[in-house]
DNA sequence: AACTTTGCCAACCGCCACATT
DNA sequence: AAATGTGGCGGTTGGCAAAGT
């Protein structure tokens, strides 16, 4: 409120990150994790505000994130959950463990709604006045959201009242956040809140020791694998954990990321959660509001599941809805 | 080859919610 | 209770590269 932008603030420095910047920031969250942001900058002498920092830690240099091309299987991800939560993409960024919200949200605006667009005008051709189809689009979209927002309404309520806690910690699932729904049957990616292939850092730093050329921020110098891999190496457990729940074979590089401590023991740190793992923790106690969301699952995560994604497409909100209460 | 257009994506910006003072 | 600080989210933009002319 009332409050600058971090960026306005003299000698902060804007623009793409160098391997510098981001072999200091790596080395620094490895060695800390991530979360404290204000101390980023402070501790490091980066001269980034501490958003810049999280930003370029949850974008980009975040171990786990997977690059490239999207599959067939994610973008038909994006789209129905797209069309179920609308622009949430945090939230769907927590069904795309590997992907970034920055990143869907980008497919989706360079490809995916062009895509849609095209399709629609396709379809709709002599079918059905436009205006028609964009209000009830429009309609359906507010309807989702409400419906969205009563599941959290009732999962904060029941989360209230209930006697036994559940065994979580609640500040990984950001509970204020009202744009948040929370997924009864999110597949269980609790274990490994954050995904690890640490394959991004590497290509960084191998490149960048490799090569001193560093004209692209992005992808022209890459971290010794080595020095970023120690100490976030490998949990299989948690590995198997998060196979067992994401059909995308791209998934199967996941492993937790723990954060470890200057004194070698490992952080569990849990602001780190909240965009990959936003929904992981949560648990929903009430069986009547999984119906939809259970359907959902199993579309999402079951490519042949045909019949599925067809119930979830047909499900009036009315119905689905009116079982909440 | 030079110039223009288009597409992509990392980063910025503004806003919000919550925590703290 | 109000002000301030922090982290997070979503929309937008600027710069670069590829494609087109």
Known sequence: MGRPPCFDKI????????????????????????????????????????????????????????????????????????????????????????????????????????????????????????????????????????????????????????????????????????HHLTFDTKPNHASSPYASSCENIARLLENWTKSPKLTDTNSGYSFNNNMVTTGSSSSEGALSTTNACTPDHGFDSLMTFNSFKSDGSVEENNNFTTRVGLFQDERRPNLETQVPLTLLEKWLFD?????????????????STASLF
């Not at 989706?108 to 062009?114: P, R, Y």
């Not at 490519?303 to 119905?319: I, R, Y």
């Open 11 to 178: 000698g902060i420095k804007k623009g793409p990150w160098t391997p510098e910047e981001d072999i200091t920031l790596v080395s620094y969250i490895q060695e800390h994790g991530p979360g404290n942001w204000r101390s980023v900058p402070i501790n490091t002498g980066l001269m980034r505000c501490s958003k810049s920092c999280r930003l370029r830690w949850t974008n980009y240099l975040r171990p786990g994130i997977k690059r490239g091309n999207f599959t067939d299987h994610e973008e038909k991800m994006i789209i129905h959950l797209q069309a179920l939560l609308g622009n949430r993409w945090a939230a769907i960024a927590s069904y795309l463990p590997q992907r970034t919200d920055n990143d869907i949200k980008n497919f989706w605006n360079t490809h995916l709604k062009k895509k849609l667009n095209k399709q629609q005008t396709g379809t709709e051709e002599g079918l059905e006045k436009e205006g028609h189809s964009k209000s009830s689009h429009e309609k359906g979209q507010w309807e989702r959201r409400l419906q969205t927002d009563i599941q959290m309404a009732k999962q904060a309520l029941s989360d209230a009242l209930s006697l036994q806690k559940p065994n979580h910690i609640l500040p990984d699932t950001n509970p204020s956040d009202s």
């Open 303 to 319: 490519d042949g599941a045909v019949q599925c994604h067809e119930d979830l497409m047909n499900m009036s909100l009315e119905e």
